[in-house]
């Protein structure tokens, strides 16, 4: 059964840093690409960043690029987003999602298969 579970989200001035985590179980991790994605109320699930298989082959939204980091460990099955300088138009859910193995587009939602729960981040002014 595969399980993503994402933690570390909260409340932060703008700013502020924030690191989520995502843990993955149920699929050969170190095959699959990894995205993190957000929505914000009233609006749509958002690219944000993601990370291939390969390695160094990471791709970033325009709107983080330069602030927000995403990386992994294949040891401890684990994806991670570090945000920094974040700002009141960061607030939203961010989601923790795997795609199929050997995935090659990543920038959007409908390549990925398997989803967290969700974690909230919200930035205050």
């Known amino acids: 059964q595969v399980e993503l579970v994402e933690s570390g989200g909260g409340l932060v001035p703008a700013g502020g840093s924030l690191r989520l985590s995502c843990v993955a179980s149920?699929?050969?991790?170190?095959?699959?690409?990894m995205g993190w994605f957000r929505q914000a109320p009233g609006k749509g699930r958002e690219f944000v960043a993601a990370?291939?298989?390969?390695?160094?082959?990471?791709y970033y939204a325009n709107s983080v690029k330069g602030r927000f980091t995403i990386s992994r460990d294949n040891a401890k099955n684990t994806v991670y987003l570090e945000m920094n300088s974040l700002k009141p138009e960061d607030t939203a859910v961010y989601y923790c999602?795997?795609?199929?193995?050997?995935?090659?587009?990543?920038?959007?939602?409908?390549?990925?298969?398997?989803w967290g729960q969700g974690t909230q981040v919200t930035v205050s002014s």
């Open positions: 149920g699929f050969a991790f170190s095959s699959n690409a």
């Open positions: 990370i291939s298989w390969i390695p160094g082959t990471i």
């Open positions: 999602a795997a795609c199929p193995p050997h995935t090659m587009i990543l920038h959007t939602a409908e390549s990925y298969e398997y």
